[in-house]
């Protein structure tokens, strides 16, 4: 990792605060890409307040919101995210055989058509840059405009935990093999 590690007891008043934030909170760990956010406490905070409401609070079901992150998590070959996120997507319902497509850069199959949109729309933002008029509108139909909005939020997020785990290069808890190659 690009930044070294640290133990609670050697951070600074401010980066001890969110510490103790984040441990309080629903994660209960400082773990990953919020090892490195805590070297900018303000940083630190306003992300993982934003990161627990992507999370644990928008209207997608975990389904759905896991689907969108391990879209993202593949998109840019962000290990630990994947490592951390692939257990929770299985466990919330999304198909094994759809996150293996995910993960080696293949098309899923779903059964569900609000899975299907969810994939699409995430993997048209992030490989387009943009999302069609009809994706969309089906993403609206099917989710609400509200969770269209989340979604989005979700998508922008978890780019943000990404691009962390890439750039400081975030390891993979010992053991443990990378998911991309």
């Known amino acids: 990792m690009r930044i070294p590690d640290w133990k609670p007891e050697n951070l600074t008043p401010a980066q001890r605060k969110v510490h103790d934030a984040i441990i309080a909170g629903p994660r209960g760990r400082v773990e990953g890409p919020l090892r490195v956010w805590i070297m900018s406490p303000e940083l630190a905070e306003r992300a993982q307040e934003l990161g627990a409401f992507c999370r644990y609070g928008t209207r997608l079901p975990p389904r759905l919101s896991e689907l969108a992150i391990l879209t993202t998590g593949a998109f840019w ?105």
Do not use: C
Request: charged share 25%; no cysteine; proline share 7%.
């Open 77 to 181: 070959q962000a290990g630990f995210e994947w490592h951390a996120h692939a257990p929770i997507a299985l466990k919330a319902g999304v198909p094994a055989d759809a996150l293996e497509a995910i993960r080696l850069g293949k098309a899923p199959k779903f059964a569900r058509e609000d899975e299907r949109v969810v994939y699409e729309f995430s993997r048209d933002l992030w490989t387009k840059r943009r999302v069609s008029d009809a994706t969309y509108r089906h993403a609206a139909d099917l989710l609400g405009k509200e969770g269209v909005v989340e979604l989005v939020g979700i998508l922008g997020y978890y780019g943000l935990i990404s691009m962390t785990i890439n750039t400081f290069e975030v390891p993979l808890p010992p053991g443990v093999d990378q998911p991309f190659h």
